[in-house]
């Protein structure tokens, strides 16, 4: 590992940010007003630093302080809650928990009078997935569960009260989403098509048939948003017609659709609708950073007095149903998440509490927006993290990529960015074509194109950050989780003399296997990853040469494995493939197994000691700055 002594200018950084600071629990997170304003929930460890939701009565205190009349009302034993929220009985919250990184989730209800939790989906081995509550129907709930096929999801009803299940509606086998009603009735449905594609479901009553509102082809994308009050016009995104994804006003009547929003490049990120009335309030279009479009004129005043608070990003979180009251989360890139209660009648935010109070203690550092141009043409965006302290010039640099790929970077804080940036190193995450957001020619131009096209737009980004003088050629390593895990074996693979190191989170090895052990409810949606990757059925062959299992002789540079025993999506199989064929070519492969985590790591505890082999593994590579690893009591992590 090479010492402060070797490079000097190292010893210019600021102090190093303790992990746990990064990567430990949150304070308090992700709060949620009580549809009738009486109280506020939010995240908070427990005792023993396990997420449990908590509650404050806000008629009693406004204060920020836990001795202020916050308590705890859940007793999750081990992984931690993270997604939870109200009904409108006025006495339930709806929390979800799998076993172990299963993500088979069940709906857990808690009193918050009695503290009692009841498993309203008490079924082994089935997936529970919330479709809606209604202010109107307070003691029921929609769920979609794969109770009678693991493939397919059909409606349930719930009684919140007696926990009660209905079935309320049967899936014919191809829908993925159900939307209801105004009057809690499902209506609106979305269904897979063998043509990789979806199809727009609709039917004026209950009893009737579904009948078709339009069909999305395999390289378009949409789906609905809500209805009107009145049930006769249905809201819709889509990019039919258009490049980028647009928001519409779709007559149930005539079918005639007229649009709302839109931008030629962007894709709709995020629609606002009034809690009672369903009107659409403001729509979200994220470029480098959020920006928002008012469509309802009586929240102008409103959006304009929140963006005054503080600076960064802000989205409101929840709201009360008088509209009188608004929960509103602020994001920056250094900083913690701040929580603001805005008052609608006298246009004043009051700050509640911030996420992570401790990363007010720490020098953290900004991201910066980049963009450059591939070698066909394409201009691709990202962010740029670099330390503080030292210059710009000839670092070590981490080349981050972001799973899905269907998904995308945004800016604001991220801990991954702000760790490495803090241990010396330039890190750059790319939004290479593929990702979401840009429109669908940029999301098209990644179809087929796993360790092609895809992985060029990485190496491009190598190219840039040296042209900059920011990076080391010699020195960039490579790391990502799931389809980042994938990149960062490509890497080390198809380019080996690129990267200094790889580090490889719950990533596939083999494509082929991959798609044959997808979980059985993605076998609707095989259509479309077959378009957007190959056919496991007719071309296996091209699907190899894709494939970084097969190319292990080539690799040169070490590589960190992360995985979880339980993930349903990765399996364990696709690490364990990789690492065993490595070890007998007697290639440096170090693996790390959490047998309690399924895709990524959920438990603070695993979370810290993967990121303390992970820094290490990076500081004896790349020359970076290590805190010693030190005792992390509770993690469940196995060196294979």
Excluded at 149 to 178: C, H, M, Y
Excluded at 432 to 438: L, M, N, P
Aim: hydrophobic share 40%; proline share 7%; with cysteine.
């Amino acid at each position: 590992m090479q010492t402060t002594a070797e490079h000097p200018s190292i010893a210019l950084l600021p102090p190093l940010i303790p992990r746990d600071t990064l990567f430990g629990n949150p304070e308090r997170a992700r709060p949620q007003l009580s549809p009738d304003g009486k109280y506020l929930a939010f995240i908070a460890p427990d005792a023993n630093n396990v997420l449990q939701v908590w509650l404050r009565h806000l008629e009693e205190s406004t204060e920020v302080t836990p001795e202020a009349g916050d308590h705890q009302i859940t007793a999750d034993k081990k992984r931690g809650i993270r997604v939870y929220f109200w009904t409108y009985d006025g006495e339930h919250l709806i929390y979800m928990q799998d076993a172990d990184g299963d993500e088979n989730f069940h709906c857990y209800s808690v009193n918050i009078h009695t503290n009692i939790v009841r498993d309203l989906t008490p079924f082994q081995g089935v997936k529970a997935e919330p479709i809606d509550l209604d202010p109107d129907h307070p003691d029921q709930m929609l769920v979609g569960m794969n109770l009678n096929d693991p493939q397919i999801f059909d409606v349930f009803r719930i009684n919140l009260k007696t926990g009660a299940v209905e079935f309320d509606t049967q899936n014919p086998g191809n829908i993925v989403s159900w939307m209801a009603d105004p009057a809690f009735q499902i209506r609106v449905a979305v269904a897979a098509t063998p043509d990789g594609g979806s199809d727009l479901l609709y039917r004026p009553t209950v009893e009737q048939d579904w009948s078709l509102l339009r069909h999305w082809g395999p390289d378009d994308e949409g789906y609905p948003v809500g209805f009107s009050k009145d049930a006769q016009t249905l809201y819709i995104v889509g990019s039919h017609e258009v490049n980028a994804q647009r928001l519409l006003s779709l007559d149930l009547a005539t079918g005639k659709e007229t649009p709302i929003a839109e931008d030629p490049q962007y894709d709709v990120g995020g629609v606002v609708a009034h809690p009672t009335e369903y009107t659409l309030q403001a729509v979200a279009f994220y470029r480098d950073k959020l920006s928002w479009q008012i469509l309802d004129p009586s929240v102008a005043a409103d959006f304009a007095a929140i963006g005054q608070v503080r600076s960064g990003e802000f989205g409101i979180g929840s709201r009360t149903l008088a509209d009188d009251r608004w929960l509103v989360a602020y994001t920056t890139d250094d900083g913690p998440v701040y929580y603001y209660l805005y008052d609608r009648a006298s246009k004043t935010a009051n700050l509640l509490f911030s996420n992570q109070p401790a990363l007010e203690q720490v020098a953290l550092v900004p991201m910066q927006p980049i963009r450059y141009e591939s070698r066909d043409g394409l201009t691709i965006h990202g962010y740029l993290t670099t330390p503080i302290g030292i210059p710009t010039e000839n670092l070590p640099t981490v080349l981050l990529v972001h799973g899905g790929p269907w998904a995308r970077d945004t800016w604001g804080y991220d801990p991954e960015a702000q760790w490495l940036a803090n241990r010396g190193y330039a890190v750059l995450q790319v939004n290479f074509r593929g990702s979401t957001g840009y429109g669908k020619a940029f999301l098209n131009a990644g179809n087929r194109e796993w360790a092609a096209k895809m992985h060029d737009d990485l190496l491009d980004a190598v190219d840039w950050l040296v042209s900059q003088g920011i990076a080391d050629r010699d020195k960039v390593a490579i790391m990502g989780g799931s389809y980042g895990g994938y990149a960062t074996l490509v890497g080390l693979t198809f380019t080996p003399e690129v990267f200094a190191a790889g580090v490889d989170i719950v990533g596939p090895s083999n494509i082929s296997t991959l798609l044959k052990s997808i979980p059985p409810y993605w076998e609707p949606i095989k259509a479309q990853m077959y378009h957007r990757i190959g056919n496991l059925e007719t071309e296996p062959e091209f699907l190899d040469s894709r494939s970084p299992l097969f190319l292990i002789d080539r690799i040169q540079k070490p590589l960190l494995i992360g995985q979880g025993a339980n993930d349903p999506r990765v399996k364990q199989a696709e690490s364990d493939q990789i690492v065993a064929a490595m070890r007998q070519a007697g290639k440096p492969v170090e693996y790390v197994l959490y047998p309690d985590e399924g895709h990524g790591f959920a438990r603070p505890e695993n979370r810290l000691h993967f990121y303390a082999i992970a820094e290490a593994f990076l500081a004896k590579y790349l020359g970076g700055r290590c805190e010693p690893t030190g005792e992390i009591p509770g993690h469940a992590g196995e060196l294979r």
